[in-house]
């Protein structure tokens, strides 16, 4: 038995390792669909987990994409995720994204206490170009948050905490901010998740947006997702100018949207990338954790946070 036993832990490792291999060493793969399926077999398989990292594309926007990370520990997996987000001239990112911290930046120190994690970097993380320093505490930030049961993020450099970000960080500082304010009144600030094609691979990319409009977010959201004009050209949305949200109401921790039959494509199917932008943006602007998808009143589909972390 003992033997049995020993075999079959030895095959587990093996198959572990080579699996990593074979998923560390590949530069590019040409579908992001399959990417986050092998990940979550490996999950299954080994017990390490996949979390949301956010690397910078060509056009400076930050990009949601996923990584392994091989502990269950907090503090082991913010260094990981400190590690993947440092530029190390090893990149084993697909082409077209990268890491954004400053090349030899160190981690100094991490704590997590109460949900709230500080963290220290070295000086080098100051090297960064003053035009990209926002999109840094952004990358940081949201790649800790997405980690779960983390309240708020706190970054210092040799103990002192960050010039200009000398308060408890979170989500609400936003990400790949655009700003479209004619006034002062009635300032609304919404997440909208677009694609982008980044060879041949799509991504989904948040934008915060601030601008005069007082309506529902959800609203809002819908509207961004359906005009024909994107002020970005890498950006894109795959909802068609013809989708109406008919009505909508949050309830027991559920957002419903019920659309008309524009929803469907020439398959009578909804699109996955509708699907997502969709859920991701509700997410990020609603204290929700399932969206159900409707068609003039029938159900179509129920999407949960972690059907797409």
Not at 22 to 39: A, F, G, H, M, Q
Request: proline share 2%; no cysteine; glycine share 2%.
């Amino acid at each position: 038995m003992l033997k049995k036993r020993a075999i079959r832990k030895i095959f587990i490792t093996t198959l572990t390792a080579f699996i990593l291999l074979v998923l560390y060493s590949i530069p590019n793969i040409s579908n992001n669909e399959k990417v986050l399926k092998t990940n979550l077999e490996v999950e299954y398989i080994t017990g390490i987990g996949t979390n949301n990292i956010y690397l910078l594309d060509k056009n400076n926007y930050l990009v949601k994409t996923n990584i392994l990370l091989d502990s269950s520990n907090k503090k082991e997996q913010i260094k990981l995720l400190m590690k993947n987000l440092t530029k190390n001239g090893d990149s084993k990112f697909p082409d077209g994204l990268s890491a954004i911290i400053p090349e030899n930046t160190k981690v100094l120190s991490i704590n997590y206490d109460e949900e709230y994690v500080s963290i220290d970097f070295s000086k080098n993380l100051l090297k960064i170009d003053e035009e990209l320093k926002e999109r840094m505490v952004e990358a940081i930030v949201y790649s800790i948050m997405d980690l779960g049961k983390v309240k708020g993020v706190i970054i210092s450099v040799n103990d002192e905490v960050l010039e200009d970000y000398n308060k408890v960080l979170d989500k609400s500082i936003g990400i790949n901010k655009k700003y479209d304010i004619k006034r002062r009144e009635n300032i609304n600030k919404v997440v909208v998740y677009y694609l982008e094609d980044i060879n041949d691979t799509k991504y989904y990319v948040p934008v915060t947006k601030y601008l005069n409009d007082d309506r529902d977010k959800v609203k809002i959201i819908v509207d961004e997702l359906t005009s024909s004009y994107i002020y970005e050209p890498s950006l894109m949305s795959f909802l068609n100018s013809n989708i109406e949200l008919l009505d909508y109401k949050e309830q027991e921790n559920i957002m419903t949207l019920n659309f008309n039959n524009a929803i469907f494509d020439s398959n009578n199917k909804v699109l996955e990338e509708v699907k997502y932008t969709l859920a991701y943006s509700v997410f990020e602007n609603y204290d929700v954790n399932q969206v159900l998808l409707q068609a003039n009143g029938k159900n179509i589909e129920t999407i949960g946070t972690n059907d797409i972390k």
